[in-house]
């Protein structure tokens, strides 16, 4: 019976965190938001602008926060360490962006539907991510005789 050997240990974890796709999603995400922005200033009211703006902003800080977090998660399993405080930003991300929402909503600043949507630049940023690793596929895949 061959064996495999475990490759879940921290080797594993600090080569998936090479990987570049975390800047490519940031950036798809700021191009995402920008370009929702700018169509906004030309088409409609203020609020939904600021509601857009607001929204890239937060989830582009959500995605970092996430980010942040989970790795620590992923460090703690690893290591069998006692959870660190970073745990703790895995949820009170949620309370943060709530607060900033419902405060600007509040004042008056900004379109809630519009800060939902901005919200959204991360599932625009994942398409374009998604559309870029098929076109590679196709792209540099071998023939088959």
């Not at 409609?44 to 902003?57: F, S």
């Not at 405080?85 to 929402?101: P, Q, S, W």
Request: proline share 1%; with cysteine; charged share 15%.
């Amino acid at each position: 019976m061959q064996q495999t050997p475990d490759n879940a240990g921290k080797s594993l974890l600090l080569g998936m965190q090479n990987l570049d796709i975390h800047g490519r999603i940031s950036r798809a995400m700021i191009g995402a938001t920008a370009c929702a922005v700018v169509t906004s200033l030309v088409f409609a009211d203020w609020r939904v602008t600021t509601g857009l703006l607001l929204g890239g902003i937060l989830a582009l800080l959500n995605h970092r926060w996430l980010r942040s977090s989970t790795a620590a998660v992923f460090s703690v399993l690893v290591d069998g360490e006692k959870p660190k405080l970073r745990l703790t930003h895995y949820f009170l991300r949620y309370l943060v962006v709530g607060a900033a929402v419902f405060v600007a909503y509040t004042l008056n600043v900004v379109s809630l539907a519009a800060t939902l949507i901005g919200l959204c630049s991360f599932v625009a940023a994942v398409f374009v991510e998604a559309f870029r690793e098929f076109y590679f596929a196709f792209i540099q895949r071998e023939e088959t005789n």
